[in-house]
């Protein structure tokens, strides 16, 4: 809660906000409880600001369940819209272990492209990936061939930071170093994820306090993930990227992005200045 000494943070102040300041006033997150380390639910609307106009370019979704041994499994659900009638979609199951940074113990991708979800992959565009992570050494496997990396210390990967950070403490000190399996199969090396700033954001129903880390390292985008005052990441900006959670554990986000998809960004900045 916004007390009567706490200013309220012009979005126009963090360039990660910035990119996000049309989405604010349309905006609220879903209700209800969360806990981080338990079972949860969450679906991201995705949109590019690709050619300076703002569009929704698909979802991604993610399920986590806790398993016997105290670790869980992670879901993954991604769609993106294609240009020729056919769609890109991912969908990945990883093992993740019982620790701070969810270093994933084995995987199984399958990506395609297709007119649905549920439709066989068009021509030859299925391709299926797995791996296994043990004593610092990652084997991957697609189709008849296999390769084994070695990764020093810890690692995790890209789509699994949003588990990680949900699970992270909320203060100054916190920062994490690591290695990123980019992609599910591209391993990238010293990447670090820490806390950047709290601050109070307007959203629709009033002020909200959000929490910022950023993810840095070499051979990728600087990324911005926004958590709210119970850990949800609710917003992820990522260079012409951004991510916005529309439903958690059933519940659906109070957003209409109607007023603002296929407006111009240059005109919608204007209208937030």
Not at 71 to 100: E, P
Not at 106 to 122: E, G, H, I
């Amino acid at each position: 809660m916004l007390q009567p000494n706490q200013a309220v943070a012009d979005p126009r102040d963090h360039i990660s906000l910035h990119r996000v300041a049309y989405i604010l006033p349309h905006y609220d997150p879903p209700s209800g409880e969360f806990i981080p380390t338990g079972n949860w639910f969450s679906e991201y609307a995705y949109y590019s600001l690709g050619y300076w106009h703002f569009r929704k370019q698909g979802s991604l979704r993610i399920e986590r369940k806790l398993r016997d041994d105290g670790g869980a499994g992670l879901s993954f659900d991604c769609m993106r819209v294609g240009r020729t009638g056919y769609n890109h979609y991912t969908q990945a199951k990883v093992l993740v272990g019982n620790d701070s940074l969810s270093v994933p113990i084995a995987w199984t991708v399958q990506t395609k492209l297709a007119a649905s979800r549920d439709d066989a992959p068009y021509l030859h565009s299925g391709l299926s990936k797995s791996a296994r992570y043990q004593d610092g050494a990652l084997t991957i496997a697609c189709n008849d061939d296999s390769e084994t990396k070695r990764i020093p210390g810890a690692y995790t990967c890209k789509w699994c930071l949003i588990d990680v950070i949900q699970r992270l403490p909320r203060t100054s000190t916190t920062e994490w170093k690591f290695s990123l399996v980019d992609e599910f199969d591209e391993v990238r090396h010293h990447q670090s994820i820490a806390y950047r700033t709290s601050v109070f954001v307007p959203l629709k129903s009033g002020p909200r306090k959000l929490t910022a880390f950023e993810h840095l390292g070499e051979g990728v985008i600087p990324t911005v993930y926004w958590v709210d005052e119970i850990g949800r990441v609710i917003f992820v900006v990522s260079g012409v990227e951004v991510f916005v959670l529309i439903q958690a554990n059933g519940i659906t986000a109070d957003y209409d992005d109607g007023p603002i998809h296929g407006q111009s960004i240059k005109k919608l900045l204007a209208e937030e200045a």
